[in-house]
C-alpha cells in the first residue's frame, strides 16, 4: 500500500511538471543549519554548553554537506551549481533587466551565495570551538573575531532569505517550498 501511494504521489507530481531538486540530505542539511543559528544566534547564551553544542552540530552539519556536494545526487554536487564568475555576472545582469532564466537547481548567484554561507559557518564554528581550547581561553580577539563572524553570518543569511522571496515572486514559483518538499516545477 505504502508503495502505491508513493508511485501515486510520483505519478501526480510528474503530470503536474514537478521534478525531484533537492534530495533529503540538502533538506536535512538546509533546515538543519537553519534551527542551529536561529538557536545559537536567537535563543542561548554565548559560551554555555548547550551553544557550544548546537554549534558542534551545525559544524557536522558542514562536514556532512561537504561531502555531500561531491558524492550526492545531481543537483547537490558542487560541480552542478559553482559557476565562473562571468556566469554569475551574466545573471545578475539578466536578473536586473528582468529576463534572468530559470535554473532547476541553484542560479550562479545563489551558488555562491552557498558556498559563502558554508565558509562563514565553518570559521564561526572554528572560532568558537578556539576559544574553549587552553591555548585561547579568554582571548579577547578570538571572541570577538567569533562574534563579527556569527554577525556576518547573519547578514548573509538574511541576505539568502529575501532573495529567496525575490526570486520566489520573479519566478512565480515558491522556492522555499520547494526546499521543504524537495521538488520544483520541471
Do not use: Q
Request: glycine share 10%; with cysteine; hydrophobic share 55%.
Amino acid at each position: 500500500m505504502l508503495k502505491s501511494a508513493a508511485g501515486r504521489r510520483e505519478a501526480l507530481a510528474s503530470r503536474n511538471g514537478d521534478v525531484r531538486v533537492w534530495d533529503p540530505v540538502v533538506r536535512l542539511f538546509h533546515w538543519g543549519l537553519v534551527a542551529c543559528c536561529v538557536i545559537n544566534l536567537f535563543l542561548l547564551p554565548p559560551g554555555k554548553s548547550v551553544h557550544r553544542y548546537v554549534g558542534y552540530a551545525a559544524m557536522a552539519l558542514i562536514a556532512l554537506r561537504f561531502v555531500w556536494g561531491f558524492v550526492g545526487t545531481r543537483h547537490a554536487r558542487f560541480a552542478d551549481f559553482v559557476r565562473g564568475p562571468s556566469a554569475v555576472a551574466s545573471y545578475l545582469f539578466a536578473f536586473a533587466a528582468g529576463r534572468a532564466e530559470r535554473h532547476v537547481g541553484h542560479n550562479p548567484a545563489a551558488g555562491w551565495v552557498m558556498i559563502l554561507l558554508m565558509v562563514l559557518l565553518a570559521a564561526v564554528g572554528t572560532s568558537g570551538w578556539l576559544t574553549t581550547l587552553d591555548a585561547f581561553w579568554g582571548n579577547k580577539a578570538l571572541g570577538e573575531t567569533h562574534e563579527l563572524l556569527a554577525n556576518s553570518l547573519m547578514i548573509v543569511a538574511g541576505l539568502h532569505a529575501s532573495a529567496a522571496v525575490v526570486e520566489s515572486w520573479h519566478l512565480k514559483e515558491n522556492l522555499i517550498w520547494s526546499m521543504v518538499t524537495g521538488r520544483k516545477k520541471g
